[in-house]
């Protein structure tokens, strides 16, 4: 399981992600560590897949097509959507049968951030059989906090509340 966070800062983004990744529908496949998982899109916009990497892949493809330099956080944002259904929908057409896919570990992801013009965003969205994808997008407010994974380690319970108090308080006049 990924667990990615994104943050804005008064002067950029910061994206962190895990270094394992499974691939737990293809067969003979074991875990793989010290993976980064950082993709670069463009020279300034990064993005961190989440959940079913024939999903991810597939979805970070198209987006690596899409995005050109000079797109705004909306844009960017609207291809995300598009590009996660995609890669869902590729999934789905490639799927064997005997794979449950309402299985609440079937899911697909993308956190998407950086800057484009003067913007600094972060953006993202997930989708599954039964979540449809809904983007989220920040920009140009500090302090804003994007996290998926690590559900069964509550690993939002314990990021935000240490990191947002510690964070805040760095004074940020370099």
Same mark, same amino acid.
């Given at each position: 399981? /990924?667990? %990615? ?16 990744? /499974? ?6 496949? =074991? ?5 980064? *998982?950082? !993709?670069?899109?463009? =020279?300034?916009?990064?993005?961190? +897949?989440? %959940?079913?990497?024939?999903? /991810? ?7 690596? *097509? ?6 705004? +956080?909306?844009?960017?944002? =609207? ?20 794979? #449950?896919? #309402? ?13 484009? %013009? ?8 997930? !989708? ?6 809904? +983007?989220?997008?920040? *920009?140009?407010? +500090? ?13 939002? #319970? ?17």
């Amino acid at each position: 399981m /990924t667990i %990615g966070i994104a943050l804005t800062l008064p002067d950029g983004v910061l994206l962190v992600a895990d270094g394992r990744q /499974t691939s737990p529908y293809s067969n003979g496949n =074991s875990p793989e560590n010290n993976l980064d *998982k950082l !993709v670069q899109i463009s =020279s300034t916009i990064y993005v961190i +897949p989440f %959940g079913i990497i024939q999903a /991810t892949d597939f979805s970070i493809l198209i987006l690596r *097509k899409s995005i050109l330099e000079n797109s705004r +956080p909306e844009q960017i944002s =609207s291809m995300c959507v598009s590009c996660v259904r995609a890669g869902w929908q590729y999934l789905l057409n490639n799927v064997l049968d005997d794979v #449950n896919i #309402n299985d609440i570990r079937m899911r697909a992801a993308l956190i998407i951030g950086g800057i484009t %013009g003067d913007e600094l965003f972060i953006t993202g969205t997930l !989708v599954s059989s039964n979540i449809p994808p809904q +983007p989220i997008l920040y *920009k140009n407010i +500090p302090f804003q906090l994007f996290m998926l994974g690590g559900e069964d380690q509550q690993a939002f #319970n314990l990021f935000n509340p240490r990191a947002s108090v510690c964070i805040r308080n760095i004074p940020w006049d370099y």
